[in-house]
């Protein structure tokens, strides 16, 4: 495909911008593009996608609870009360009792002595390693680690080694070839985001103790989800009080967006003061914290979602594999479809779109080459109609693709 030509003497720096046409040779090429697609309305289980009602299989509202009557209810309380946001930084005139009162409820509930909120799940993880890490340490993280993992360790501009994904012993060989006498972390995710498996958080403990390294778990798509109470993945192992952090996001089960620091107090006021992504960004807007809040409570006091939660994810899980779908190791809500090549993968998507079921295409480089996947997800609210119309279409469209016999 021809490139788009710039404008006579545009700056250099520009060049890669008007050279990169993948999105273009793609739809050229007659590859469905399946990304930026609008919704127009959305009814929990159900969006409106190009005028046509969809089954949302591909969301992380995994309670389903961004339509509750006191997630909303609250959320509208606040912005009539506090406005619609904060338009200051938390060090200086953006903290509100509300953040104040999430980061107590939030410790609480996690188990940790204090907690601190920021703006999105991905800032937390950014600003908790760019603070504790410096330039002579080193932070070890797993091959599949949330991009947002990355960036905390690049911003950091401390030594990065990565490790084989949920390979303790592989890290435990990393540690030992390592000749660093500094500071060092490992960070793992609780429930890795691209095929549902569960972090091996008794061994990376075992191997981050013997080399007197800290353990951050970023919790986002496990806090509601795992532990007797959906604490999260330290819960669910029973190692909170061995794990020295764990981040999460409230844009998952919590229904809203944010995110969360939660460890010792020290900690905690250290990253007060040190956390560049806290200190120079608006805080929280009130809405948002508000919402949080009454989503928690929500989970506390209506414990029967998650086990509808969980039934619905078994439902999917044994029906994939009745069918014959490889879906991996996953042990979670988050069940994917493992097509392989780039363009079965599109050609999946679009078909199943067509039909009226949502999905998400996960391609490189956020998954290996040749390992392409359809990443489907539960809710708590779906029914079992619409799982199973979702099974039949898959199975439908998995036999006239080949990826199923």
Not at 164 to 193: C, I, W
Not at 379 to 395: G, R, S, V, W
Request: proline share 6%; glycine share 8%; with cysteine.
């Amino acid at each position: 495909m021809s490139k788009p030509k710039p404008a006579t003497g545009f700056p250099a720096i520009f060049t890669k911008c008007y050279n990169y046409t993948r999105p273009q040779d793609v739809k050229k090429a007659g590859i469905p593009y399946p990304y930026f697609r609008t919704i127009s309305d959305s009814e929990d289980t159900v969006v409106t996608i190009e005028g046509k009602q969809r089954i949302m299989l591909g969301s992380n509202n995994y309670l389903g609870l961004t339509h509750h009557p006191k997630v909303l209810e609250a959320a509208g309380d606040a912005l009539r009360r506090y406005g619609s946001g904060c338009t200051g930084s938390r060090l200086l005139n953006g903290t509100l009792d509300l953040h104040c009162r999430l980061e107590e409820v939030i410790a609480e509930h996690i188990g940790k002595e204090k907690a601190i909120v920021f703006s999105t799940g991905y800032m937390a993880n950014l600003g908790v390693i760019s603070a504790l890490m410096s330039r002579r340490d080193t932070v070890y993280l797993d091959k599949l680690d949330h991009a947002s993992i990355l960036d905390g360790a690049s911003m950091a501009i401390s030594e990065t080694v990565r490790f084989n994904h949920n390979d303790p012993e592989d890290l435990d060989r990393r540690f030992q070839a390592s000749k660093s006498t500094h500071g060092s972390m490992v960070v793992v995710d609780g429930v890795y985001s691209m095929e549902g498996s569960l972090a091996n958080l008794p061994e990376f403990l075992r191997v981050s103790r013997k080399h007197d390294a800290a353990l951050v778990v970023d919790d986002a798509h496990a806090v509601g989800v795992m532990g007797p109470n959906g604490e999260g993945a330290a819960a669910h192992w029973n190692l909170t009080d061995e794990v020295d952090v764990i981040t999460g996001t409230f844009s998952k089960s919590l229904a809203s967006i944010g995110g969360f620091v939660a460890a010792s107090a020290p900690v905690i006021q250290y990253l007060k003061h040190h956390s560049r992504p806290l200190i120079f960004s608006a805080s929280l807007p009130p809405a948002s914290t508000a919402g949080t809040l009454a989503a928690l409570e929500v989970l506390r006091a209506e414990p029967e979602r998650r086990v509808r939660l969980w039934e619905n994810a078994r439902r999917l899980m044994e029906g994939f594999r009745s069918l014959g779908f490889d879906i991996g190791p996953t042990e979670s809500p988050i069940v994917p479809i493992l097509v392989g090549p780039f363009n079965e993968t599109m050609i999946f998507w679009q078909k199943l779109f067509d039909a009226g079921v949502f999905t998400n295409p996960v391609v490189p480089p956020a998954v290996p080459q040749h390992a392409c996947r359809l990443r489907t997800s539960t809710m708590a609210t779906h029914t079992p109609e619409q799982i199973d119309f979702c099974l039949d279409a898959c199975e439908r469209i998995g036999r006239e693709l080949g990826v199923i016999g």
